[in-house]
């Protein structure tokens, strides 16, 4: 459940592993040295201490020894840092990373497939969504103070720091998701500043691309706000809620009609397609329904269907 996930946990673990074996060599000779001195030299009547200046063999091994370990453990820690420290050898994309208090920005590539309607490149927050078996780059800052950006089983761990650029790569090998955490106390929101790293498949990740660009550019779109704008004036308005905009109390509440999973109870999922089937003629799709077939044109259920899209 704890396996590392990524190149670079996998180039971590073992040196963990490594130290904490020594440790815990090093805790039982140490410890063990003493309670054998303390119990087998402890004071006794008629005995008294023999003292020592100096022993050759003893100094030579405690000095030898640990000087031995600690360089070893310096030798694979660097030979693994320089790995894990190349963002750019082979790095397939590179996605811009800026932290504040209390949540992480994701900015993706300026390219073709993460280009949105208005030029802008796709950007969301918290969640950071990567292709499976790719190196991708990560340039981070910050707006405020310093924050760590970290997955665990991903490995590899950096600060996000204001007015300096740092850098650091993920990989993942399987799909799946995985949870990461800010590692720089930042204030209040520190323990709730989470990330939530979801890897696709290569060949699911187009999807997904185009899924969230598509997503994006709702709001964008003129007629999300042509939408707005006619689902406050027309009759919508007199029986539907959608918090901050209309206080209908005769139909469902709607605030959230996009995360729902179904229209009604009877139409799923709630898509472009089954809006504009149930905004059309309601009556055709759940016979009784108490919603009245507006009789509004095609365009304006349209912009009625991208706007209420919008609603999650
Ligand atoms: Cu951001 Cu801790």
Redesign the pocket.
């Known amino acids: 459940m704890n396996a590392p996930a990524g190149p670079v946990a996998e180039a971590i673990a073992p040196v963990y592993w490594i130290l904490f074996f020594f440790a815990a060599i090093v805790l039982v000779i140490v410890v063990g040295g003493l309670v054998f001195a303390g119990i087998r030299f402890r004071e006794k009547p008629g005995v008294s201490a023999k003292q020592f200046h100096g022993h050759n063999l003893l100094e030579l091994l405690w000095t030898v020894i640990p000087t031995m370990m600690v360089l070893s453990f310096s030798i694979i820690s660097f030979q693994r840092l320089l790995f894990i420290n190349d963002v750019s050898t082979n790095a397939e994309m590179t996605i811009k990373v800026v ?1 504040q ?2 949540t992480w920005n994701f900015t993706y590539p300026n390219e073709a497939a993460f280009k949105l309607s208005d030029g802008t490149p796709l950007t969301d927050a918290e969640e950071l969504n990567i292709p499976a078996n790719t190196k991708v780059r990560l340039d981070l800052s910050s707006k405020d103070v310093i ?2 950006f970290w997955v665990p089983l991903i490995g590899g761990k950096k600060d996000a720091v204001p007015g300096r650029a740092t850098e650091l790569w993920i990989q993942a090998n399987q799909p799946g998701t995985y949870k990461g955490q ?5 204030g209040r929101g ?1 323990a709730d ?1 989470l990330i939530t790293l979801v890897v696709h498949s290569k060949s699911d990740y187009a999807a997904w691309q185009k899924d969230a660009v598509a997503k994006a550019n709702l709001f964008n779109d003129p007629a999300t706000k042509t939408g707005k704008e006619l689902f406050r004036t027309l009759a919508c308005s007199g029986c539907h809620t959608i918090k901050g905009l209309t206080g209908g109390k005769v139909g469902p509440e709607e605030t959230h009609i996009a995360s729902k999973p179904n229209i009604a109870g009877v139409l799923s999922p709630v898509n472009a397609e089954n809006l504009t089937r149930w905004i059309t003629k309601p009556s055709a799709v759940k016979p009784g329904t108490l919603m009245p077939d507006l009789g509004l044109p095609a365009d304006q259920i349209d912009a009625i269907v991208k706007f209420l899209l919008t609603q999650k």
Do not use: D, N, V
């Open positions: 932290a208090q209390w924050h760590s800010c590692f720089e106390f930042c520190h500043m």
